[in-house]
C-alpha cells in the first residue's frame, strides 16, 4: 500500500500554513509538540481544532531550515496553530490531520503516531481507514510522471 511514512505523506498529506495562536492560547513546552498539540486542541474546543502530525520545516539561521517530525493543531480554514514553534516566515508544514480525537496523542503522555509501530504498520500495510483523516490544508501538487 505505501512504502514508509514519506510516501504516505506525500500521497495523503496536506501542506498548511502557520497563523500566530490565538489570544488564550500559550506557547508550551519545547520538544513535545505531539503533546503540546493534542493539548492545544483538547484545552480550547471554541476554536474547533484537529491534531496534525507530519513534518514541519522551521528556518534556523541565515539560509538554513531544520525539517522535523513534528505535530501542530489546524484551523477549520486549514491554517497551523503551533504550540511548540515560534510563527516565523519560511516556516511550513506536510501532515496528515487527524478527524477522530480518539486517535490523537495523550495531552500529557502521548507520543508521535507516524513513528509509533503498532499505528504506522498497519496504515502502511492496508492504507487509512475511512474517515480517519479530515479534509483540512492544500492537497501537495502532483508532478507529471516521465515518459
Known sequence: MFRGAGDLLLREGRLFSPAPLPDGAERLHPGFCFTNSSQLADEHPELRLTYCEGFGTAPVGAGQALHTPHAWAVTPEGLALDATWPTEPGTAFLGLPFA????????????????????????????????????????????????
Do not use: I, K, M
Not at 481507514?129 to 507529471?144: I, K, M, S
Open 100 to 147: 477522530d480525537p480518539s486517535t490523537w496523542p495523550h495531552p500529557l503522555l502521548g507520543r508521535s503516531l507516524l513513528q509509533e509501530p503498532p499505528f504506522l504498520v498497519v496504515v502502511l500495510r492496508s492504507g487509512l481507514p475511512d474517515g480517519l483523516l479530515a479534509d483540512l490544508g492544500r492537497p501537495v501538487p502532483r508532478q507529471a510522471s516521465p515518459v
